[in-house]
């Protein structure tokens, strides 16, 4: 959920032109002549950050060995529509593992190392390209935040989906880039 702030200055005075607003955590915003709707901060928990990787399983292992991360179960594997949908890369499948990162609990993020069947052509990786897949969010209303994302300056990649787990659990989640064209996963799980 999101607080909403409206702000009202009177087109005729013109000294408030430059008025500056702030809002709860030091959070600045610019007032204009015309009535503006702004919105705060979704509430979200940081929860994944993705790896594609060509072989998935041995990406892992390099994870488990050289950093200590222990795997999230089940293994996750996605095929159909949905993920089609989700992801925009038609005839694909999913597959995968999350591991625990070090020095959290049961509850702390997980890094998220999948393979596509269908994937595109590595590029050469240098310092200033950014490699991750992306970063995702635990919210409480996958439809609801997404808009806050596009209302925001933020582009839809696919659609909001729910698909699930061999343990029956069901997440909904959609990707979206953020104004620089990083790509963000919103999900909630139930």
């Known amino acids: 959920m999101f607080c909403l702030v409206s702000a009202h200055i009177f087109k005729n005075v013109h000294a408030l032109q430059d008025i500056t ?8 915003f610019k007032i204009l002549k015309e009535p503006l ?11 994944h950050t993705n790896i594609i990787a ?6 892992a292992k390099f994870y488990q060995e050289v950093f200590g991360c222990t795997p999230v179960p089940p293994e996750r594997h996605y095929k159909g529509i949905d993920l089609e949908r989700g992801t ?17 609990d049961e509850n702390g993020p997980t890094l998220e190392i999948y393979s596509y069947t269908v994937q595109e052509k590595e590029v050469s990786r240098v310092v200033n390209r950014p490699g ?16 806050v994302v596009l209302k925001s300056s933020g582009k839809a990649v696919g659609e909001t989906v729910t698909l699930q787990t061999s343990t029956g659990a069901k997440v909904t989640w959609c990707y979206l880039t953020d104004p620089e064209g990083n790509i963000i996963e919103l999900q909630s799980w139930n």
């Not at 607003?21 to 600045?28: D, F, P």
């Not at 709707?37 to 929860?47: D, G, L, N, Q």
């Not at 060509?54 to 990406?59: G, I, K, N």
Request: glycine share 6%.
């Open 21 to 28: 607003v702030r809002v709860t955590h030091l959070q600045s």
């Open 37 to 47: 709707t702004y919105y705060m901060p979704i509430k979200s928990k940081y929860v």
């Open 54 to 59: 060509s072989d998935w399983q041995a990406l």
């Open 88 to 104: 925009g890369v038609k005839g694909t499948e999913l597959h995968g593992v999350h591991l625990r990162l070090p020095g959290y």
């Open 132 to 147: 991750f897949a992306h970063i995702a969010f635990l919210v409480d209303d996958v439809q609801n935040s997404r808009d």
